[in-house]
């Protein structure tokens, strides 16, 4: 059983298979809001902006551009992954960003 929602700029498909999860994107900048989004949730859940709420903001700073350096890095990597798709295809799957987190270098 599969469920459909529709935003303005992507479109999502979800099954019980995470390996059939995926997104399709209709550009780089929806690419980045979505993985934007997708962090500010990570830190909410995991109680992670509170505990930055804490640190001098010199440490923010800092750990804000490593978190920045690895996003950035990842979608330069899933443009990359994209690029050689057929047919203009924007589809992001499991598969293509385990292939392009194992490209990551540490940050």
Same mark, same amino acid.
């Given at each position: 059983? %599969?469920?459909?929602?529709?935003?303005? %700029?992507?479109?999502?498909?979800?099954?019980?298979?995470?390996?059939?999860?995926?997104?399709?994107?209709?550009?780089?900048?929806?690419?980045?809001?979505?993985?934007?989004?997708?962090? $500010?949730?990570?830190?909410?859940?995991?109680?992670?902006?509170?505990?930055?709420?804490?640190?001098?903001?010199?440490?923010?700073?800092?750990? %804000?551009?490593?978190?920045?350096?690895?996003?950035?890095?990842?979608?330069?990597?899933?443009?990359?992954?994209?690029?050689?798709?057929?047919?203009?295809?924007?589809?992001?799957?499991?598969?293509?960003?385990?292939?392009?987190?194992? $490209?990551?270098?540490?940050?």
């Amino acid at each position: 059983t %599969a469920t459909t929602t529709t935003t303005s %700029a992507t479109s999502a498909n979800t099954s019980t298979n995470p390996n059939e999860i995926y997104k399709e994107f209709r550009s780089e900048d929806d690419i980045r809001t979505y993985m934007n989004e997708l962090m $500010q949730k990570s830190m909410m859940s995991t109680g992670m902006n509170a505990r930055m709420a804490t640190l001098p903001r010199s440490q923010q700073n800092v750990i %804000a551009g490593r978190i920045n350096k690895a996003l950035e890095g990842l979608l330069g990597k899933m443009m990359e992954e994209m690029g050689r798709m057929e047919g203009g295809s924007r589809v992001v799957t499991a598969d293509v960003v385990r292939r392009c987190m194992e $490209q990551m270098r540490p940050v």
